[in-house]
């Protein structure tokens, strides 16, 4: 309940001692905070030992329609302290760590910690330099390699090092360079590049198109407006309903934003600009500079679908999906009550791997979701191979296999007058000359999660679970430096998606109920309702001639359940246990 959602996140000073003294053997307090970024540190994330498979358990419990722990959720500090690690086994890693001139904080989770040093404090801990790829204008991160062995005392006994690399940002090194991630898509100056034999884009047949604004892409309808979307999907009716104001924080991996070009959108499609608040990630201490396609895309779809939200952005490096995620809960303010991740790739699920790393991110993400966090993410737009053909058959991208999030694929949507649904097929621009289409298929590691029992034969996880609008052209709007442009991708169905249910946990809160927190089990649920979601049944998402994946009547490989009939859907929302 939103009363439990106070200050959760504590700060104490490292000890000398793993025991305090007078404490009859209590382990004292460890080195527990949420650390602020500093110039010139380094930082490296090392596993703690924790519960994991009870963690998992707890949280599918409290996201399960029909337990008795159904969106009972816990505060992060109650969760942290019984799933993640003790005072004493954290102290005695604090301790070896810290032997070797490095500062040690463990994450407010518990789940792991940071190791942060300067480039001259961590050659004397590791005896050698850390390898160093300079940063450049269009990556404007320094990459920070360890040496194939670690000292010992570096990985104590119960713990290991997460990832060898790190990044920092540059800010001198800033130059025009390409988004990353999930980012958008495609644009318009891309889309214009169609090859010859490519059919013609589609317009914007749906009515009214309205804007407070003048651009060529609303005068040729290669964009749809706001409203149109939200009218197409139900979202008018969320918006009216008496709510308490929700949070949402959007996940920047790498990416910058401007404010004024949020106050633009808003002038030109008639939605207040909100105050985002934000907080920088580890190897991020000052603000990206540039103006990122996918940065300004997240805050201006939520901004369009709930403007009264409160919004909170989290910009970290291209690599920190860890620090992300662990910010976003480890807010000091309280968790939010949904997170938005439009980024992934194919690296840590499919490909290479790296079971250390991503045990942990699902742990938090686990945590994340018995704290009563939903949490979105986009499931690609490389159709059912985000690896492309370096990986044989369908692969997917990281982190929408995880089963503690929803995650979100696209459509190609059709309007008509009254900005009505004429059709909505599976979005795949191939026809058109792109090689783009929303992400989905089997999971090649993640077993099936119990709330897909029913909805698929395969045995393991699958994405997407929801889709929704992710066109080129006509596409999402998004104003970066000023100018309108025009944009696809799953970067747009996700963060529309994740304000939706936004909207809908500010209603429960009005009527004195918690939130609604991973929204998988009330999903699938609901699915058997009839229009709880507009079922997409024809198209593929196959760009690489795999045999997957096609549409059909109920859940499948390419759609998901289909897209959220926000009309329907939050009636169908179950009470708590």
């Avoid at 620090?323 to 490909?351: H, K, M, T």
Wanted: hydrophobic share 35%.
């Amino acid at each position: 309940m939103r009363g439990r959602r106070g200050l959760i996140v504590f700060t104490v000073l490292a000890v000398a001692s793993p025991l305090c003294a007078g404490c009859s053997g209590q382990a004292a307090p460890p080195p527990v905070s949420l650390p602020s970024p500093t110039s010139g540190g380094i930082t490296f994330y090392l596993s703690l030992p924790s519960s994991t498979t009870a963690l998992s358990q707890a949280a599918t419990a409290v996201a399960t329609p029909g337990s008795s722990s159904y969106r009972h959720f816990s505060s992060l500090l109650q969760a942290a302290s019984r799933f993640g690690g003790s005072n004493a086994q954290i102290n005695r890693e604090a301790k070896s760590v810290q032997s070797l001139g490095l500062q040690f904080e463990a994450d407010p989770t518990r789940l792991f910690a940071r190791v942060v040093g300067s480039t001259t404090q961590w050659q004397a801990a590791l005896g050698t330099p850390l390898t160093v790829q300079p940063a450049t204008a269009s990556s404007p991160f320094t990459t920070y390699t360890m040496p194939a062995k670690v000292p010992s005392a570096l990985e104590p006994a119960g713990s290991a090092l997460l990832l060898s690399q790190t990044q920092v940002y540059d800010p001198t090194a800033e130059g025009h360079r390409p988004p990353s991630g999930n980012s958008p898509t495609s644009s318009r100056a891309a889309a214009g590049r169609a090859t010859p034999t490519a059919l013609p884009w589609p317009s914007n047949t749906g009515t009214p198109l309205i804007a407070n604004c003048s651009s060529p892409l609303l005068q040729q309808r290669a964009v749809y407006t706001p409203q149109q979307i939200q009218t197409a999907y139900g979202i008018s009716a969320l918006r009216t309903a008496p709510a308490k104001t929700p949070v949402i924080t959007a996940l920047d991996l790498g990416g910058g934003w401007l404010p004024n070009d949020l106050t633009l959108a808003g002038q030109c499609f008639g939605f207040s600009a909100p105050q985002v608040t934000q907080s920088q990630g580890d190897g991020v201490p000052t603000k990206i500079a540039n103006a990122d396609p996918e940065t300004s895309l997240d805050l201006q779809t939520a901004a369009a679908v709930a403007p009264a939200a409160q919004l909170r952005l989290v910009q970290t490096t291209v690599d920190g999906l860890l620090d992300g995620f662990s910010r976003a809960v480890g807010n000091p303010s309280g968790p939010p009550d949904v997170i938005s991740l439009s980024y992934g790739g194919c690296a840590f699920a499919e490909n290479t791997g790296a079971p250390a790393f991503t045990s942990v991110v699902d742990s938090v993400l686990a945590m994340t979701a018995l704290v009563g966090v939903s949490t979105f993410v986009a499931a690609g737009d490389s159709g059912s191979t985000t690896c492309g053909t370096s990986v044989a058959g369908t692969s997917l991208s990281y982190p929408a296999v995880s089963p503690f999030v929803t995650a979100v694929g696209g459509t190609r949507l059709t309007l008509g007058p009254g900005n009505t649904r004429v059709s909505e097929t599976v979005w795949n621009d191939t026809p058109y000359g792109e090689d783009a289409a929303g992400g989905g298929g089997p999971s090649r590691r993640q077993a099936r999660p119990t709330y897909q029992n029913g909805a698929t034969t395969q045995d393991h996880r699958a994405i997407p679970d929801v889709s929704a609008m992710a066109d080129i052209e006509p596409g999402w709007p998004v104003v970066i430096n000023s100018t309108l442009e025009t944009v696809g991708g799953t970067s747009g169905s996700t963060p529309f998606t994740a304000a939706a249910t936004a909207l809908v946990d500010g209603s429960q809160l009005q009527a004195g109920r918690p939130p609604i927190g991973l929204a998988n089990g009330w999903f699938y649920g609901a699915a058997s309702q009839p229009s709880a979601f507009f079922d997409i049944t024809q198209g593929n998402n196959d760009l690489a001639g795999v045999g997957c994946c096609q549409a059909g009547v109920g859940y499948d490989l390419a759609s998901g359940l289909g897209v959220p009939n926000w009309a329907i859907l939050p009636a169908s929302l179950p009470k708590p246990g």
